[in-house]
């Protein structure tokens, strides 16, 4: 059994049973923790099953041999996309245009990976100059810089420019215009399209709704309680 991090960040007992917590709010859709994934370390992942949410929903490998694989980072695990979603890079979920919608990752990745995760249409990652920032339509920053583990949000309304928020860390940018997901195809991902750009996943939410300023800093709260190197 994979080891666990506790609320207040102490890796728990190998044997100690999963205990799955609200992550600052409720009402999610469907969450993804790579701690609860139980293959050795370099194993490939074919598929990530939600552990709780109201939907149970499966990220599947798409396009040929799976590519992702399970690790481990100061005893919390994660999953490793090498990128290229057309060879085994990307974890996908049943086709959705959800607006509104809410997507939190703890992830890291190098500069310029652009598309980490998120709901296709509306993504997560970092642009050439290594900053944080959000797709959707065009491309919005924010004044966040820093290599390992950062915590994003992406919050989209249903309004006539499907507006969105874009968080990283502590730090919040809107954009007045964005775009939904394609009418065929898209839904919850994890991998960049393009090959060589790697990118680690600890943990994946999707809520049904914009969450607010007020929730927004719950789940941010939570996340730093759960993965000591968030700021």
């Known amino acids: 059994?994979?080891?666990?991090?506790?609320?207040?960040?102490?890796?728990?007992?190998?044997?100690?049973?999963?205990?799955?917590?609200?992550?600052?709010?409720?009402?999610?859709?469907?969450?993804?923790?790579?701690?609860?994934?139980?293959?050795?370390?370099?194993?490939?992942?074919?598929?990530w099953n939600?552990?709780?949410?109201s939907v149970p929903t499966t990220l599947n490998n798409v396009g040929g041999t799976p590519a992702v694989t399970l690790g481990t980072e100061n005893g919390i695990r994660h999953l490793y996309s090498p990128g290229d979603s057309l060879n085994g890079g990307r974890l996908l979920g049943t086709h959705t245009t959800q607006r509104p919608m809410t997507i939190a990752a703890v992830f890291k990745s190098a500069a310029n990976v652009v598309n980490v995760a998120g709901m296709t249409g509306t993504t997560v990652g970092r642009n050439s100059s290594g900053f944080y920032q959000g797709t959707s339509g065009s491309a919005t920053a924010t004044t966040v810089n820093h290599d390992g583990w950062v915590f994003m949000m992406v919050a989209q309304a249903a309004d006539a420019g499907f507006s969105f928020v874009l968080r990283a860390d502590g730090t919040e940018v809107a954009d007045p215009s964005g775009v939904t997901a394609a009418g065929t195809f898209g839904g919850?991902?994890?991998?960049?399209?393009?090959?060589g750009q790697a990118s680690y996943i600890r943990e994946l939410?999707?809520?049904?709704?914009?969450?607010?300023?007020?929730?927004?800093?719950?789940?941010?709260?939570?996340m730093k309680s759960r993965y000591p190197e968030l700021l």
């Open 50 to 53: 939600s552990v709780a949410g």
């Open 205 to 222: 939410i999707y809520w049904p709704t914009q969450l607010n300023l007020a929730d927004r800093n719950k789940v941010h709260e939570y």
């Open 188 to 195: 919850i991902y994890f991998g960049a399209s393009a090959a």
């Open 1 to 47: 059994m994979s080891k666990l991090v506790t609320a207040v960040g102490a890796v728990a007992s190998s044997t100690a049973p999963r205990i799955i917590r609200t992550p600052g709010v409720g009402g999610y859709a469907a969450r993804f923790i790579a701690n609860h994934l139980d293959a050795p370390d370099g194993a490939l992942v074919a598929s």
